[in-house]
């Protein structure tokens, strides 16, 4: 299997981790949605949903910001990979990549940090009432995938900052 050239190398090792930030983040939205589970107070039968927690929510829209963020990068990616156009990529693109990775990184991480302080401040109470480990489990799960997610975008920051003094 030939190589690519050298110029190609930071472009490819961006794919592979945007990749990885966009299998991480699905399975992260996945598991979030479908976390639900019923609690019996009394007779009466509540149902509690991801959505009745806030940090849950925040969480949920860190990740959907994260996937739309990171399909965009994969595009541009992919076009630059396509083009071989490595020379006259402009440096818009590069001011775009430094700030959107910084940002985004920033985002995943705190969503992260909110999912599992929450988690973490409800297991008591929850265990208290009953309520099975399996809905605090899988929003540990959600949030440990969104950090996953964090570090390969960090990586994708460090990378960009690098990037940007070379061309600018």
């Known amino acids: 299997m030939p190589t690519p050239p050298p110029s190609m190398a930071p472009r490819m090792t961006a794919l592979i981790l945007r990749v990885l930030t ?39 829209a860190a990740i959907v910001f994260g996937i739309a963020y990171t399909v965009l990068q994969v595009a ?12 006259t990529s402009g440096d818009g693109n590069l001011v775009f990549d430094f700030y959107g990775d910084k940002v985004i990184s ?8 909110a999912a599992i302080g929450a988690t973490k401040d409800m297991k008591p109470l929850l265990t208290a009432l009953g309520v099975s480990n399996s809905f605090l489990n899988k929003g540990y799960a959600s949030a440990s ?13 460090v990378l960009s900052s690098y990037a940007l003094p070379k061309k600018v």
């Open 22 to 60: 966009f299998a991480f983040l699905v399975a992260s939205l996945a598991i979030l949605t479908t976390d639900t589970t019923t609690l019996e107070i009394r007779d009466e039968v509540f149902k509690i949903r991801f959505k009745d927690v806030y940090s849950y929510r925040y969480m949920l």
């Open 106 to 113: 920033y985002m995943l991480a705190t969503g992260a940090a």
């Open 76 to 87: 541009f990616t992919l076009n630059h990979i396509v083009k071989r156009n490595a020379e």
């Open 145 to 157: 995938l969104l950090l996953l997610g964090f570090v390969c975008t960090a990586m994708l920051s």
